[in-house]
């Protein structure tokens, strides 16, 4: 038992085994290979290597973003003049990633808590009976007023009138305004800060420069209409009714050249606004909301109301940084060097079962072995009874009988220019 298992680890440790290979000398299975190997090699180093990059590693950033707008707007409703500035036309004023600038509007000017009469049209009555208290979204007083035909509410009065929308915009003056974006990214795995701020763009260069795809693609500073122009929208149409817009900040970056290279850019998209080309379809387009100011009027709380129609803009960054690592490479390398392994199964299939000679194909690859002794003596090409029976002569004689041993190393010569 103990020189078994001493054997048992002297094989394991000291010997090393190799797969048995059978070189087959056939011009399609040959060609079909080679194609199979090339045709890996080009997905290596075509595809995992040069297009997805797999011997680097990747980071994205961890960013931050601050705008700013800046521009006067201009309205004359009514032969009543008003400048608008940003801190009129901007919600909210903190300069966030996600902002609405005004671009037109409804306002309701000296709303006071009380009772008043229902726009025409909406509920109608005629008599008290059809204005029960709570019949209806607004907070009814169950009297039928006689002059409008509408029932009694309990509300801020006058009642808002949101029927017509301005058109054309009352704030097409926004056109013109300015956005200053910047932002600021970390990629922690590779320990790498980078602002869109970039080499060259500095104070001189903010002060007159413009963002333009072509001639000035660094600058910070977009003109709002330039901006709905390329995400594809009409500014009326979008200032009419309000949408909304993408400006897509993109640090896409490869740090196995100088860090300097890593700059930011600018790509705009039209998300929703644009009721005459792509959301017919749509119940309700645009986008807007409302915003009351409060004040004290004779010591009664009154309040203007807007309504706002505005461009909401989104401001993404999404980043994507590459540098070399010898860790992802050795990855893609082997799994490159397994998946030759294809061409070899393929290859099998096509000699064992498609060819004419499969059998013989199967005979050359594989070898049967049942016992020891038949295996042996199959590789000597001799029968197993005469086999035997020399070798227990040779066995049976003690001492060192010539003719035995001879008879012997006669079997044993034959039996190597058999085997090898």
């Not at 048992?8 to 194609?35: H, I, K």
């Amino acid at each position: 038992m103990k020189s078994q298992i001493t054997n048992a680890l002297s094989d394991f440790f000291f010997e090393y085994e190799t797969p048995r290979q059978v070189l087959v000398r056939n011009r399609r299975v040959g060609v079909v290979c080679r194609l199979i190997q090339l045709g890996v090699l080009v997905y290596i180093i075509g595809w995992v290597f040069i297009y997805e990059k797999g011997y680097q590693s990747t980071d994205t950033a961890v960013s931050s973003v601050f705008s700013k707008m800046k521009g006067v707007g201009y309205t004359n409703v009514s032969g009543s003049e008003r400048v608008w500035d940003v801190a009129d036309y901007v919600f909210p004023p903190q300069g966030d990633s996600s902002f609405v600038v005004m671009t037109n509007y409804i306002i309701t000017e000296g709303q006071k808590m009380g009772t008043c009469p229902e726009l025409k049209g909406q509920h109608n009555c005629s008599s008290n009976a059809d204005c029960e208290g709570g019949s209806f979204k607004r907070q009814m007083t169950g009297v039928c007023d006689n002059k409008t035909k509408t029932c009694e509410v309990l509300a801020w009065c006058p009642v808002e009138d949101d029927h017509e929308i301005p058109d054309p915009p009352l704030l097409m003056s926004a056109e013109n305004y300015t956005l200053f974006i910047k932002n600021s990214v970390t990629f922690p795995l590779f320990q790498v800060t980078r602002s869109n701020l970039v080499e060259g763009v500095d104070a001189h260069y903010i002060s007159k420069c413009l963002h333009d795809p072509k001639n000035a693609p660094l600058c910070p500073i977009f003109r709002l209409g330039d901006i709905v122009k390329e995400s594809g929208f009409n500014f009326e149409t979008i200032a009419r009714v309000g949408g909304a817009i993408g400006i897509v900040v993109d640090w896409t970056c490869n740090f196995d050249s100088d860090v300097k290279h890593c700059k930011p850019k600018y790509n705009f998209h039209g998300l929703y606004g644009n009721p005459t080309e792509t959301d017919k379809a749509r119940a309700s387009v645009g986008y807007n909301f409302r915003f009351a100011k409060h004040y004290m009027d004779e010591k009664v709380q009154k309040r203007t109301l807007l309504k706002v129609f505005g461009i909401r803009i989104d401001i993404i960054v999404q980043s994507l940084a590459r540098k070399f690592d010898i860790i992802p490479t050795l990855t893609a390398i082997g799994s490159g060097v397994g998946i030759f392994g294809v061409a070899t199964v393929v290859c099998d299939l096509v000699l064992l079962y498609l060819l004419p000679k499969r059998e013989f194909y199967k005979n050359m690859k594989f070898k049967y072995t049942e016992t020891q002794t038949q295996q042996d003596s199959e590789s000597l090409g001799l029968d197993t009874s005469i086999y035997y029976t020399l070798d227990a002569n040779a066995v049976r004689v003690p001492g060192t009988d010539k003719s035995n041993v001879s008879a012997r190393q006669s079997v044993d010569s034959s039996a190597d220019a058999l085997y090898f």
